[in-house]
């Protein structure tokens, strides 16, 4: 009678959170870690360690987001690395990739990744060098630094709260980033086994139960995916004004891929899922064809995984069931019909 009122009341938890958020869904779980790219431009995102990496994954924050390292790394392909960074432009995130030795590459193509970041102001956290991605940075230094900047974002105009929520944005990062770097120096790392093991049981969760942590409901509980609140966004972005701009970035795009290519590297390309709205603005204002010229232009493989309702977050960032079918059906292509090989 126990198992019967157990699984009943299982069943019902299940039903009542259909299609809430878990907190836990995005990778990597264990904080990433930030590479200076060049003035202008800003750091980037590392997922894994890209030095021993056999395949890397370059693209914008769905990449982060959308390409579990945990499943790839267990498909019999080799070791996977990301690279990634919010709103990146794809040719400036491909930078990293002219200084290391060749092996292969999947490029993530998005729209975001024609234009770059939007906000001009927020550029200016990204003129220089700075403890905000530095991992070994000390927590005093970038305490100095955050009370510099915010004081130099208010003299370009934005407001005290816009500054302080885009400084806060890189002291958090830093503290994910600076305790992987401490928990590295370990000669045993147990904290990093600790996550591991919580992460497992995480995803589990999130995928089997669909439970969600009660020390976050208040961000989380009952709270529903908005698959709208990326269209004004990408309307932006998508829009007639930006057409030259994505022309000259796409251009840019397919020197570099050739560069690569010519170099010894083998590339594929891909086009992360997003929700059918999404992907109707795309493919109504040119922009979908564009991305589908730049592998076609370079003669490279390219997987479009199209739209899949309800697959993310907020309409382009995959939730984490999404994630992982995306990450599988990726692998399966690299494998089954590219023939990929370890």
């Known amino acids: 009678m126990a198992l019967i ?72 392909l080799g070791r996977f690395g990301t690279i990634w960074g919010g709103g990146t432009e794809t040719a400036f ?14 490029v993530c193509l998005s729209p975001l990744g024609l234009i ?7 550029k200016t956290l990204l003129r220089e060098p700075h403890p905000g991605y530095d991992a070994t940075a000390s927590p005093r230094a970038v305490r100095e630094w955050a009370a510099r900047e915010v004081q130099v974002l208010t003299a370009e105009g934005l407001s005290e709260a816009e500054a302080g929520a885009a400084i806060d944005w890189w002291v958090k990062r830093q503290r994910l980033a600076r305790h992987r770097w401490l928990a590295e120096q370990r000669w045993f790392d147990t904290v990093a086994l600790d996550k591991t093991w919580s992460y497992e049981l995480d995803r589990w969760r999130a995928l089997r139960l669909q439970t969600i942590e009660p020390t976050a409901w208040q961000q989380a509980w009952f709270k529903r995916p908005n698959f709208n609140v990326s269209s004004a966004v990408y309307r932006q972005a998508t829009n007639a004004s930006k057409a030259e701009v994505q022309r000259a970035a796409a251009k840019s795009i397919v020197g570099r891929l050739g560069e690569l290519k010519a170099r010894g590297w083998k590339i594929a390309c891909v086009r992360l899922p997003v929700e059918p709205v999404l992907r109707k603005i795309e493919d109504e204002s040119g922009t979908g064809a564009l991305l589908a010229s730049i592998p076609a232009m370079t003669a490279l493989p390219y997987l ?15 939730a984490w069931p999404g994630a992982d079918r995306a990450t599988r059906a990726i692998l399966r292509w690299l494998r089954d019909d590219l023939g990929w090989r370890h």
């Open 5 to 76: 009122v157990a699984a009943g009341a299982l069943a019902a938890w299940q039903h009542t959170l259909g299609g809430t958020v878990a907190p836990h869904g995005l990778e990597p779980f264990q904080g990433e870690q930030m590479i200076w790219v060049g003035p202008g431009i800003g750091p980037v995102g590392v997922g894994g360690d890209i030095a021993a990496s056999d395949i890397l994954v370059v693209g914008d924050s769905r990449v982060g987001h959308g390409f579990h390292l945990s499943i790839a790394n267990r498909f019999g």
């Open 304 to 318: 479009d995984l199209g739209s899949w309702d309800g697959a993310t977050l907020d309409g382009s960032h995959l």
């Open 116 to 122: 770059g970041p939007q906000n001009d102001k927020f």
């Open 93 to 106: 995130a491909l930078l990293p990739l002219m200084d290391m030795p060749p092996r292969a590459v999947v």
